[in-house]
Antibody, heavy 121, light 110 residues
Framework: EVQLVESGGGLVRPGGSLRLSCAAS????????MNWVRQAPGKGPEWVSS????????YNADSLKGRFTISRDNAKNSLYLQMNSLRAEDTAVYYC??????????????WGQGTLVMVSS | QSALTQPPSASGFPGQSVTISCTGT?????????VSWYQQHPGKAPKLLTY???KRPSGVPSRFSGSKSGNTASLTVSGLQAEDEADYYC??????????FGTGTKVTVL
């Protein structure tokens, strides 16, 4: 059974940093691209970042302006999102989502339960 | 990139069909086959219903079908069931290695 379990969310002050993790199991992690998608309270999903299976290709939402960095460790079956210079508008549930292929297609077939990031003073 | 436009709500009686539209531009929906649809129940993660316009992942009932014409994609739910009451979102490749979601449609089963 495919499982994606996010961790690392919490309350952080504006300007602070957080590192989210996603532990994957139930499939060959190194065969799939992975993604982060966030959803602000009461809003629709917003794509954040994608990374190909070998980390060769990385796509980021323009709105992030380089503040977030996606990475992965295939030996540890883990996906990460380093978030810096956090703002109130970054408050959201952050989901880890598997792509349907090794290349980045934007088709997210499995999702974790999400981890809540709250940016507030 | 701007969110794709969906109607805020749609409804139907059990057994009926409901179609949700997702309108973009030639730079996203109209320009690529990478259009997908998701269903989201309250407090849950989204679930992939269709991808690459009309493909269905294994386990998704055939009564969920996707299509596209020009800059508008559509999701049709046939034989509406109570458990289909949820929020639905479209998504598309938007060029320049980016993706965009739709504004969302709340489907109510009357």
């Amino acid at each position: 059974e495919v499982q994606l379990v996010e961790s690392g969310g919490g309350l952080v002050r504006p300007g602070g940093s957080l590192r989210l993790s996603c532990a994957a199991s139930g499939f060959t992690f190194s065969d799939y691209s992975m993604n982060w998608v966030r959803q602000a309270p009461g809003k629709g999903p917003e794509w954040v970042s994608s990374i190909s299976s070998t980390s060769k290709y990385i796509y980021n939402a323009d709105s992030l302006k380089g503040r977030f960095t996606i990475s992965r460790d295939n030996a540890k079956n883990s996906l990460y999102l380093q978030m810096n210079s956090l703002r109130a508008e970054d408050t959201a549930v952050y989901y880890c989502a598997r792509d349907t292929s090794s290349g980045i297609s934007g088709n997210f077939d499995y999702w974790g339960q999400g981890t809540l990031v709250m940016v507030s003073s | 990139q701007s969110a794709l436009t969906q109607p805020p709500s749609a409804s139907g009686f059990p057994g009926q069909s409901v179609t949700i539209s997702c309108t973009g531009t030639s730079r996203d929906v109209g320009g690529y086959v990478y259009v997908s649809w998701y269903q989201q129940h309250p407090g849950k993660a989204p679930k992939l219903l269709t991808y690459e316009v009309s493909k269905r992942p294994s386990g998704v009932p055939s009564r969920f079908s996707g299509s596209k014409s020009g800059n508008t994609a559509s999701l049709t739910v046939s034989g509406l069931q109570a458990e289909d009451e949820a929020d639905y979102y479209c998504s598309s490749y938007a060029g320049s290695n980016t993706f965009v979601f739709g504004t969302g449609t709340k489907v109510t089963v009357l």
